[in-house]
C-alpha cells in the first residue's frame, strides 16, 4: 500500500498563492505517476493535476496558466504551486498516485489517494 500526506492548503486571500505539498510512502515513488484532484461543495470531484514517473505533466483547463504540478523523487514528494488563487478554487484538495509511469487524468486512473487539504480563497 502507498500512503499519502497532503498538506499546506489553508486560508488565503484572491490574489494569493498557496503551495500544497503530497508526502507518499514507499521505495519505488518513481514507478507511480502522481496527481492531484479537488473537491468543492456540492460538487463531484475533478481533476487539477498530474505528473508522470519522468515528469510530464498537465494541468486542467481551469487552472491552466495558474497552477504548476512538480515531484521530488528524493523526497517522494509531489507539489501543486497554485498562484492567483480566486474564490472559484476553494475546495478540498486531494493527492493521488498510480501504480504506472503514465499520467491519467481520471479519478479511476489512480489507485491510492490522501486524505485531503483544505484551500479556501477569499476576495
Known amino acids: 500500500q502507498v500512503q499519502l500526506v497532503e498538506s499546506g492548503g489553508g486560508l488565503a486571500q484572491a490574489g494569493d498563492s498557496l503551495r500544497l505539498s503530497c508526502a507518499a510512502s514507499?521505495?519505488?515513488?518513481?514507478?507511480?505517476?502522481m496527481g492531484w484532484f479537488r473537491q468543492a461543495p456540492g460538487k463531484e470531484r475533478e481533476f487539477v493535476a498530474a505528473?508522470?514517473?519522468?515528469?510530464?505533466?498537465t494541468v486542467a483547463d481551469s487552472v491552466k496558466g495558474r497552477f504548476t504540478i512538480s515531484r521530488d523523487n528524493a523526497k517522494n514528494a509531489v507539489y501543486l504551486q497554485m498562484n492567483s488563487l480566486n474564490t472559484e478554487d476553494t475546495a478540498v484538495y486531494y493527492c493521488?498516485?498510480?501504480?504506472?509511469?503514465?499520467?491519467?487524468?481520471?479519478?479511476?486512473?489512480?489507485?491510492?489517494w490522501g486524505q485531503g487539504t483544505q484551500v479556501t480563497v477569499s476576495s
Open positions: 505528473i508522470s514517473g519522468d515528469a510530464w505533466s
Open positions: 493521488a498516485a498510480r501504480y504506472s509511469r503514465v499520467a491519467s487524468t481520471t479519478i479511476s486512473g489512480y489507485d491510492y
Open positions: 514507499g521505495r519505488t515513488f518513481s514507478s507511480y505517476s
